[in-house]
């Protein structure tokens, strides 16, 4: 029998409301993100209700993440722009944080210190 | 007299996803062994990560009779790290990714693990091997304000 390595992704949905008092989506993901991540990761995104328009993605207990992962967040980042959603980021470690902007990501999602600046940076 | 030999470390590896980061932990130890700081452990995780990943997809096209090799090669503050696969090399060239066009769909979401590999160490090569089969060298080099 061959061994199959484990590659676990997790996300937790919770609720948090912004300064205005409307809902916010935190979707807090665990684990690894990788190419086998996907749905597990859009059924996290599935289970924010549909008129929920404020996220913020949780990363602070992503153990591991890789270049296919990033590209899963990307599309993560392309369903919540078409549904006129807007994202705020936090818990990246610093190289992840390096590698995001290298790679343009923070155009698209803010990267914030922390939960309570992620919910507070919602403008409107 | 004692010849300056290079200290080397090998692995070998199955063509299955997740075993990335038995290599990216291997790395990162030799790293830390040759006192590279954190930040430049972390980018050598990353660079190595993608570059099993991509031997294993790529050049292995995941077929689990084949494996992955790793050689991690010490010497004069610089760590070098091959990883050697069955494939014939890369047929891309390295592109820094779009974000625009990815989030508009007009460019894959994936294809960033050349651009982060070249990113993120000092050099990254990509070659054959005299059999044929591909191979990528990255290098880093301790500063001498880290030595």
């Known amino acids: 029998m061959t061994m199959q390595p484990q590659l676990i992704t997790r996300v937790h949905v919770d609720q948090a409301k912004a300064g205005d008092g409307s809902p916010i989506g935190v979707l807090r993901f665990s684990g690894d993100i ?16 549909a008129t929920t328009r404020k996220l913020v993605f949780d990363f602070s207990k992503v153990e591991y993440l890789n270049s296919s992962g990033i590209a899963l967040v990307i599309e993560l980042l392309m369903a919540a722009n078409k549904a ?12 992840f944080q390096k590698v995001f902007i290298m ?9 914030q210190a922390d939960e309570a600046t992620a919910c507070a940076a919602f403008v409107d | 007299m004692v010849q300056d030999i290079p200290s080397t470390v090998e692995l070998r590896l199955p063509s299955k996803l997740g075993f990335e980061k038995v290599a990216m932990q291997t790395a990162a130890g030799v790293a830390r062994l040759m006192g590279f700081p954190d930040e430049r452990v972390d980018d050598l995780k990353t660079a190595v990560a993608e570059a099993c990943i991509n031997a ?3 050049g292995n096209r995941f077929d689990e009779r084949l494996s992955i090799g790793i050689v991690l090669s010490m010497e004069d503050g610089e760590l070098e790290v091959k990883i050697l ?10 592109h820094a990714p779009d974000i625009d066009r990815k989030m508009h769909g007009d460019e894959e979401a994936r294809g960033m693990g050349m651009f982060l590999m070249q990113a993120l160490v000092d050099e990254a090569e990509w070659t054959q091997t005299p059999l044929g089969g591909g191979c990528v ?4 080099r301790l500063d001498k304000e880290e030595e």
Do not use: C, W
Request: avoid cysteine.
């Open chain 1, 34 to 49: 990788t190419s086998t991540s996907r749905d597990v990761l859009f059924g996290g995104y599935a289970e924010v209700p």
């Open chain 1, 84 to 95: 006129d959603r807007k994202v705020q980021s936090f818990g990246l470690s610093p190289h």
């Open chain 1, 103 to 111: 790679v343009g990501l923070n155009k698209y999602t803010h990267l």
């Open chain 2, 56 to 58: 294993i997809e790529h």
């Open chain 2, 85 to 94: 696969d069955s494939g014939s090399g890369p047929h891309k060239k390295v």
């Open chain 2, 137 to 140: 060298r990255l290098m880093i």
